[in-house]
């Protein structure tokens, strides 16, 4: 079974600062996406980023981007510049290619961006 | 225009209750998902339905059943409700049961069991 782990409950930063989040999972597979997910107070939830384990190069989008590690098993979320409604929970999250396709979620991160 | 809707969004009720949740997608997509987060904010699967049949059933007590009356609409029924229902309740699409496909996730629903 897969499991996904993300060691940081709380992260606090100031505005425009970066903020690296972690993710750590486990799997015997080899065909796999793994996601970040954000959950605004508004409680729904928004797919950030996502990553084929294919692929070599991280995936970016805007002002986020990972740092996709397959070895070690680590996908962290990285923010730069970041901006207030950045504020939210984020999931991380693994789903493999093959077999039931679920989202496997992290316990997630409660990441405050402060003014 | 919303691309996939709950209701309710709030449903409080009491232990023993029977109650529904629906959901609908106007995306045109083959596969529809129940998700669960509990207090702790953790989110698991329950469901999942492709082009109407079930194809993920995690284990979730039976007093839960999902019906897809459509490839629009994924419903849950929950029988005699219990206190650790209270949760907040997802429903998502994607167009194919592929992780290449986004899912889209609804508003949510917050069950509350007194």
């Known amino acids: 079974a897969q499991t996904v782990t993300q060691s940081q409950p709380e992260m606090s930063v100031q505005e425009a600062e970066t903020v690296t989040l972690s993710c750590t999972y486990d799997?015997?597979?080899?065909?796999?996406?793994l996601f970040w997910y954000k959950q605004p107070p508004s409680r729904q939830m928004i797919l950030v980023i996502r990553q084929e384990a294919y692929k070599q190069q991280n995936a970016t989008e805007n002002r986020f981007s990972v740092n996709f590690q397959k070895a070690a098993k680590s996908f962290s979320l990285k923010i730069s510049d970041s901006q207030l409604g950045d504020t939210a929970m984020y999931f991380c999250a693994f789903m493999r290619r093959q077999g039931a396709q679920k989202l496997v979620f992290g316990q997630g991160t409660r990441l405050t961006i402060n003014p | 225009d919303t691309a996939v809707s709950q209701t309710p969004k709030y449903l409080v009720t009491q232990m023993g209750n029977d109650k529904s949740i629906k959901c609908e997608q106007n995306?045109?997509?083959?596969?529809m998902y129940w998700y669960k987060q509990d207090s702790k904010k953790f989110l698991k699967i329950m469901f999942s339905y492709n082009n109407k049949e079930l194809i993920i059933n995690e284990t979730v007590p039976n007093r839960f059943s999902p019906k897809s009356p459509d490839k629009a609409h994924l419903n849950l029924h929950i029988n005699s409700l219990e206190l650790g229902d209270s949760a907040v309740y997802f429903c998502?699409?994607?167009?194919?049961?592929?992780?290449?496909?986004?899912?889209?996730f609804g508003p949510g629903t917050r069950l509350t069991v007194t």
């Open positions: 799997t015997s597979e080899n065909n796999y996406y």
């Open positions: 998502a699409s994607s167009q194919f049961a592929d992780p290449a496909y986004e899912q889209y």
């Open positions: 995306l045109g997509h083959d596969t």
